[in-house]
C-alpha cells in the first residue's frame, strides 16, 4: 500500500554538524508535506512544511528540499545542537487533513 | 496560539476497566480532531478522524466499538477504551485542525501514556 518512510533509522551526527533526514513517499497526489520533531514521552512538534509546488523551504537552522521527481522529501539541520536530539518524521497531507506518517530517523547529537 | 492539551498525561488501569482520555484546543476552535497512537520505537498511526457534532470516521483495523470517539463540541473531543486489556497499552496522541487562517495543519497534544495492568 501506499506509504511514506525513511532511510535510515538512526543518525548520529557531531554538535556543529550539519544534519540530513530523508524520506521517501509513495503517492504522487500528495501535495503538503510536514516535518515534525518528538521528543521522548512528547508528542509531535512541528519543525517545517513544504508544499508541492516548491522545491525547497527554509526556515531557523533548517531547510526542507522536495524532489518531486523521485518522491523524495529531506530534512536539513545546520549546526546541529544538542537539543535537536529527538526522533524526525516527516508526514504527508493526504485527503486534506489526514496525516500519514513516516516510519521515523533518530538524531543523535555527539558532544 | 494553537495550543492543545491531553488529560490525563499518564494512566495506569486495570485490564477490563474503561478510561477516557480528554483532547482539548484551549485557544482555537477545532472542526477537526484526530486520534493516534503511538508503540514504542514506532510511527504514529492514525485511530480515527472525528468532526464536532458527527460521528467519528475510523480508519480500517481499528475497532469503534472498543475506542469510543465523542468531539460534542469545538474545543473538546473525547477517546474512551472500553475494556482494556495489555495490548491496548500506548501512547495515545490527539491532535486539532481547522483552525481559521490554518486549514491544513495540525496542532498536537502532548500524548497520554496508557498501561494496562
Known amino acids: 500500500g501506499e506509504s511514506v518512510g525513511l532511510h535510515l533509522p538512526t543518525l548520529s551526527v557531531q554538535e556543529g554538524d550539519n544534519s540530513i533526514i530523508n524520506c521517501a513517499y509513495s503517492?504522487?497526489?500528495?501535495?503538503?508535506f510536514i516535518w515534525y520533531k518528538q521528543e521522548s514521552g512528547k508528542g509531535p512538534q512541528f519543525i517545517i512544511d513544504?508544499?508541492?509546488?516548491?522545491d525547497k523551504r527554509q526556515g531557523q537552522r533548517v531547510t526542507v528540499l522536495l524532489n518531486k521527481t523521485v518522491k523524495h522529501l529531506s530534512l536539513q539541520i545546520a549546526a546541529t545542537q544538542p537539543g535537536d536530539s529527538a526522533v524526525y518524521f516527516c508526514?504527508?497531507?493526504?485527503?486534506?487533513?489526514?496525516?500519514?506518517f513516516g516510519s521515523g530517523t533518530r538524531l543523535l547529537v555527539r558532544p | 496560539g494553537a495550543v492543545v492539551s491531553q488529560h490525563p498525561s499518564w494512566v495506569i488501569c486495570k485490564s477490563g476497566t474503561s478510561v477516557k482520555i480528554e483532547c482539548r484546543s484551549l485557544?482555537?476552535?477545532?472542526?477537526?480532531m484526530f486520534w493516534y497512537r503511538q508503540f514504542p520505537k514506532q510511527s504514529l498511526m492514525l485511530m480515527a478522524t472525528?468532526?464536532?457534532?458527527?460521528?467519528?470516521?475510523?480508519e480500517q483495523g481499528v475497532e469503534k466499538d472498543k475506542f469510543l470517539i465523542n468531539h460534542a463540541s469545538l474545543t473538546l473531543s473525547t477517546l474512551t477504551v472500553t475494556s482494556a486489556h495489555p495490548e491496548d497499552s500506548s501512547f495515545y496522541i490527539c491532535?486539532?485542525?481547522?483552525?481559521?487562517?490554518?486549514?491544513?495543519?495540525?496542532?498536537f497534544g502532548p500524548g497520554t501514556r496508557l498501561t494496562v495492568l
Open positions: 491532535s486539532a485542525g481547522g483552525r481559521q487562517g490554518a486549514p491544513d495543519e495540525q496542532f
Open positions: 503517492n504522487s497526489a500528495s501535495d503538503y
Open positions: 513544504i508544499r508541492s509546488n516548491m
Open positions: 508526514a504527508e497531507n493526504r485527503d486534506r487533513y489526514k496525516l500519514i
Open positions: 485557544d482555537f476552535q477545532a472542526t477537526t
Open positions: 472525528s468532526n464536532e457534532g458527527s460521528k467519528a470516521t475510523y
